[in-house]
């Protein structure tokens, strides 16, 4: 990974930059130490007033909101990591960043009390700000927690270190933080905007690439020499990659959130999966090895059709909220892309399989998968004329299923999902459409 020597800010999005020695990253943190306390934010508290309109203050707060916690969360949840890496070198390196962590916490405590006049103390500030905080972020931070508090638990388990690693620093901090780093500083720029706050967050990114070059380089290792691993990795990304859509999901679904900056959602979220695909491959596991990317098409599109696809899915109620499913002609058009995308991913394990599911709503037009060993998978409104086999369910339900808020098995127990034809096949359909 390059280090760019002026600023000292490592490049984390090239996957073919070189990476960076253990003694050199703690070195680049005593080199780029910084004062939280010391940042001036007198033209901020004016601009703040005189230079942002209702909307982007109301917006810049959701967004200050997210960061005030996770700062917060993440200084707290780091500890156990220093008992589960084996070497010392990378024990005091993780040191420096839960000093770092604490120190962008002060950094977003200072601007929101002293800027925005939010709250008189660390606690009360975060008390207030925790009102802004949606479903995707909390499931996200919780996991991380759980995570967290089983690295305590069981410090000998590599495959631990893993998730903790493939959650942390490359789901929280390289895709998540990363974006929204991003879009804060491109705007304080474009529009010479809140001088102090674009210094510290300047700065904030600069130790946060520290952090995900540690991250990545660290989940390599462990991915390369333990199959175990590689799949614990897996299996945590492929169960907070669909929350953390949420994070990047404004309130009630209004964009407007977003777009008082100048900035599309969509563009957002394709810098989001572009930022931790990128991260993913260096750290040797590959998108189509992730299903919850595979879903989205990162095996085959690019970015910009992978963002569209996750924000139809998002305003549909698959992906990213708690919310029941809004199961309309672009949420199930979305929805079917998904499963093709899927089957497709699926077909080469299943080399001579030809056959058609067909899905029969009640509430909503029939669709149809067909499953070709030699002219690919097809997704098909109506219904077909010899489906080998038939799911009966609402639209809304097949939603909960594919999104994976409500197990199969439970669906099929419960009679919400019924099922007709080659029971047989029927069995393989984990295997070919695994949700």
Known sequence: MAIDTTTGM??????????????????????G????????????????????????????????ALFLDGEESVTVTLNPFMQAVQRYEDRIFLATQIADEARHH?????????????????AETLDIMRQGLTWGYNQVFTELDRVADQLRLHPDRPPLLAQGLAIYHLVVEGMLAHTGQHFMRDYCTKHTMLPGFATGINLVARDESRHIAFGIQ????????????KRAA???????????????????????????????????????????????RRA????????????????????????????????????????????????????????????????????????????????????????????????????????????????????RIAGGRLNQQQALLSRRLRLSGDLRFALRLPQILPV
């Open 10 to 31: 490592i490049d984390i999005d090239s996957e073919a930059a070189p990476t960076v020695e253990q003694d050199r990253l703690y070195r680049l943190w005593e080199e």
């Open 33 to 64: 130490n910084w004062s939280a306390k010391s940042l001036d934010f007198s033209q901020d508290a004016v601009q703040w007033r005189e230079g942002l309109d209702d909307s982007q203050r109301r917006a810049f707060l959701w967004n200050y």
């Open 106 to 122: 002060v950094f977003f405590d200072r601007f929101l009390r002293e800027v925005a006049g939010i709250g008189t103390s660390y």
């Open 218 to 229: 660290t989940l390599r290792e462990l991915v390369a020499n333990s199959a175990d691993c």
């Open 234 to 280: 897996i299996a945590e990304l492929n169960k907070v990659l669909p929350w953390a859509a949420g994070v990047f999901t404004p309130p009630n679904l209004d964009w407007s959130y977003i777009e008082a900056f100048g900035y599309t959602p969509a563009e957002v979220f394709a810098f989001g999966l572009r930022s931790v695909v990128t991260k993913l």
């Open 284 to 399: 040797g596991i590959a998108p189509d090895e992730v299903l919850a990317l595979v879903k989205l098409g990162a095996h085959r599109t690019p970015p910009a059709e992978q963002a569209q696809l996750a924000l139809a899915l998002v305003e549909g109620g698959i992906i990213g909220t708690a919310a029941p499913p809004r199961m309309t002609a672009a949420t199930l058009d979305a929805l079917f892309t998904a499963t093709r995308y899927v089957a497709d991913w699926t077909q080469p394990r299943h080399p001579d399989l030809d056959a058609t599911i067909q899905w029969l709503f009640d509430d909503a037009p029939p669709r149809y998968l067909v499953l070709g060993a030699t002219g690919g998978t097809q997704v098909v409104q109506g219904r077909a004329a010899t489906p080998r086999l038939t799911l009966r369910c609402t639209a809304a339900d097949w939603g």
